[in-house]
């Protein structure tokens, strides 16, 4: 089976752009989670989709928001970026459904540098 | 407030030697932990995963152990690799709501 891939792998936008990431999870998984990694905070809980409903939410501005299609991609977008928001951005997808103990598989992450 | 604490931060060991990774958390009610291993670069990838009833798992030279009475988990790395430089990641799910909170990780390197 073919890993979480996502896509660009590295990004460099200016301040008050915006931005959309995107994550095609491992086929047959339902349920994509999406993380923010920085060398100061490490990994930070965005949000979580499974069958394109919004499952789970973090603690970021609404300038964060994100979407699940039909297919189980997902994407994510960043509005009115600011320098803070420079990081690794991953995605990872798992089988989903109700059980909590499911492994969760990443993707290599997309590198964003906001200037 | 719901926290996962890592120690030490980093730490530099000599191939063939064993370490061992600490893990606190006070999240509450807990549901699970996973070790995750994260190559520079590159996603984290899961090495075990511990329920409550859980006290000792392995995954080849990796050996978590988890006391759920004082919410510590330990992560052992038997004759390191050169390979086992990475971060290691602590993550613990919350039973309600299913969050997670993730710990801020022990960098290893291993020299030769």
């Known amino acids: 089976k073919a890993g979480v891939t996502q896509t660009p792998r590295y990004l460099i936008k200016t301040r008050g752009q915006q931005v959309t990431l995107s994550c095609s999870p491992i086929s047959g998984h339902r349920s994509v989670s999406w993380y923010q990694q920085t060398p100061g905070q490490g990994l930070q809980f965005l949000f979580e989709?499974?069958?394109?409903?919004?499952?789970n939410k973090g603690n970021f501005p609404g300038r964060f928001s994100g979407r699940q299609f039909s297919n189980s991609r997902s994407e994510m977008n960043v509005s009115t970026l600011e320098l803070g928001d420079s990081a690794l951005y991953l995605c990872?997808?798992?089988?989903?459904?109700?059980?909590?103990?499911?492994?969760?598989?990443f993707g290599p992450g997309t590198r964003l540098t906001v200037t | 407030k719901n926290q996962v604490e890592q120690s030490p931060q980093s730490l530099i060991i000599l191939e063939g030697k064993n370490c061992t990774l600490q893990?606190?958390?006070?999240?509450?009610?807990?549901?699970?932990l996973r070790w995750y291993k994260q190559d520079t670069g590159r996603g984290p990838v899961s090495l075990t995963i511990?329920?409550?009833?859980?006290n000792t798992k392995s995954n080849g030279r990796y050996t978590a152990t988890l006391d759920a009475d004082t919410k510590q988990s330990s992560l052992h790395i038997t004759a390191s690799q050169l390979s086992d430089s990475a971060s290691y990641i602590c993550?613990?799910?919350?039973?309600?709501?299913?969050?997670?909170?993730f710990g801020g990780g022990t960098r290893v390197l291993v020299k030769p």
């Open positions: 989709y499974f069958s394109e409903t919004q499952r």
């Open positions: 511990m329920t409550f009833s859980e």
């Open positions: 893990c606190n958390y006070t999240v509450s009610p807990f549901s699970n």
């Open positions: 990872a997808s798992s089988p989903g459904g109700g059980g909590t103990t499911y492994e969760q598989y």
């Open positions: 993550v613990v799910r919350k039973a309600a709501g299913n969050k997670l909170t």
